[in-house]
C-alpha cells in the first residue's frame, strides 16, 4: 500500500513476488480528460466522487464511482467503453 495525494492506493503481488495487478484510487482532477468527458455526457445528472484505476498486465480499467442526491452508481471504463457496474438508491 502507499499513498497517492490524499488516498490510499495498493499494489498486489503473487507469493513468488510477481506483479499481479496495481489499484491507484484518486479524485475527478487527475483523470484523463477524455474519459471525464465521456462520463460526463453519459451521466449529466452524476458527479464523479472517486476513481479506481486498475492496471493488470496491458489492461487499463477505470472503475468510476459517480453519485447525486438519490443515486450511487460504479461503472468500468475499458477501451473507450462504459459498463454500468452498480447501482443503488440512497436512503432518506
Not at 491507484?24 to 483523470?31: S, T, V
Amino acid at each position: 500500500s502507499f499513498k497517492v495525494g490524499e488516498l490510499s492506493s495498493r499494489c498486489v503481488y503473487d507469493r513468488t513476488g510477481n506483479w499481479r495487478h496495481t489499484v491507484l484510487n484518486y479524485y475527478e482532477d487527475d483523470l484523463p480528460d477524455y474519459i471525464t468527458s465521456m462520463v460526463k455526457n453519459a451521466y449529466k445528472h452524476l458527479n464523479i466522487s472517486l476513481v479506481q484505476e486498475i492496471l493488470e498486465g496491458d489492461v487499463r480499467v477505470y472503475e468510476i464511482h459517480l453519485e447525486n442526491d438519490t443515486t450511487l452508481k460504479q461503472i468500468l471504463v475499458c477501451n473507450g467503453e462504459i459498463t454500468e457496474y452498480k447501482n443503488f438508491k440512497k436512503s432518506k
